[in-house]
């Protein structure tokens, strides 16, 4: 398993972009498939973007598709989450999950961040 660190969170007006990042503490950081998670209050975790360990075929939810950009950085031991046009329905606590290879789109992920709350206003 894989310790990861998000950072970028905070508070942004509808219409506004946030970037999330998210640090990973392993040799071959390269070799993980890594997604953007988000849970809302009172809802369940969902799975909102996701690439996989070969950069390729970026998986997004239907509300992210147009919006959110996931990319890595494997230099920096990085994944980045760009959000733009945010929706207050975008508010949510925002998890980095990473899976040893495997595919963006599917679950599950075994390793976990704290989380990074990003809250939209209307």
């Known amino acids: 398993q894989m310790q990861l660190v998000e950072s970028g969170g905070g508070l942004v007006q509808a219409g506004g972009s946030l970037r999330l990042s998210c640090v990973g503490t392993v040799r071959a950081f390269s070799s993980y498939t890594m997604g953007w998670f988000r849970q809302a209050p009172v809802k369940e975790r969902e799975l909102i973007a996701g690439?996989?360990?070969?950069?390729?075929?970026?998986y997004y939810i239907d509300s992210a598709k147009g919006r959110f950009t996931i990319s890595r950085d494997n230099a920096k031991n990085t994944v980045y989450l760009q959000m733009n046009s945010l929706k207050p329905e975008d508010t949510a606590v925002y998890y980095c999950a990473a899976k040893r290879l495997g595919v963006a789109s599917t679950l599950p992920y075994d390793s976990w961040g704290q989380g990074t709350q990003v809250t939209v206003s209307s």
């Open positions: 690439i996989s360990w070969r950069g390729t075929g970026p």
